[in-house]
């Protein structure tokens, strides 16, 4: 399986649509369109899952830059979520941790 990073979407596109954007290059097993928590809105990107690695790269190289509901989009493989630890590993509290100057 591969998941597929998909940017700058339009803040009014559906998983629906991003789903039949992807259908005709293969299985899609999940669609997840990123929204702020607090307000529910779109935050213009999103990630498809497909199973199969061939159609998922033939779906990248195809789809990139292509204009989707009036804007480019920005198709690439997904990179593994960040750890969000700051840089060194230390906390940020302010007082433990990290140098003492």
Not at 25 to 47: A, C, K, L, M, P
Not at 55 to 73: M, N, S, T, Y
Request: net charge neutral; charged share 30%.
């Amino acid at each position: 399986m591969k998941n597929i990073f998909v940017g700058n979407l339009a803040f009014g596109t559906t998983e629906d649509s991003v789903r039949a954007l992807f259908e005709p290059y293969g299985t899609i097993e999940r669609v997840n369109i990123i929204t702020d928590r607090d307000t529910g809105q779109s935050r213009g990107f999103g990630f498809v899952e497909m199973s199969g690695n061939a159609e998922a790269q033939r779906a990248i190289e195809e789809l990139d830059g292509k204009e989707f509901e009036g804007r480019p989009l920005k198709v690439n493989e997904a990179r593994p979520k960040e750890s969000r630890q700051g840089f060194g590993g230390g906390n940020r509290s302010g007082g433990r941790g990290g140098k003492r100057w």
